[in-house]
């Protein structure tokens, strides 16, 4: 037997459009942790012009790939595809929740200055 046979299928109007607002998103995240599509790439297994063509909607994300990007980022797989959670649920805001994860890869001397930092801060702001 040859090779697999891999068929390319053009992408309609509404993917193109879901895969836009999709690597829209994947980049505004990205680059609120601070990370270069190079980071990114590194952190998830694949090469940066891989990222690349995610962010600007030439390429479909696999859906196998959700739960990485989404973890990768700190956000749930709902918020990294755009659906809205039910109304009535609160939560910390993504740059919080995207801050927190960032504070649990500290060192533990370090989670701990940020910790005492913001009891000051919240102490002061209690008065």
Avoid: N
Wanted: aromatic share 4%.
């Amino acid at each position: 037997m040859g090779a697999p046979i891999h068929w390319v299928v053009p992408m309609t109007q509404d993917e193109k459009g879901f895969f836009k607002a999709l690597g829209a998103r994947i980049a505004e995240l990205r680059g609120g942790l601070g990370m270069t599509q190079q980071q990114f790439a590194d952190v998830l297994g694949v090469t940066q012009q891989v990222i690349g063509s995610y962010e600007i909607g030439r390429r479909r994300v696999p859906v196998s790939a959700l739960p990485a990007l989404a973890r990768a980022l700190a956000v749930s797989v709902e918020d990294l595809i755009g659906e809205s959670r039910q109304p009535g649920k609160r939560g910390p805001s993504p740059k919080i929740q995207q801050q927190l994860e960032r504070i649990t890869q500290l060192p533990k001397p370090k989670q701990k200055f940020v910790m005492e930092m913001l009891d000051t801060v919240l102490q002061q702001q209690g008065r």
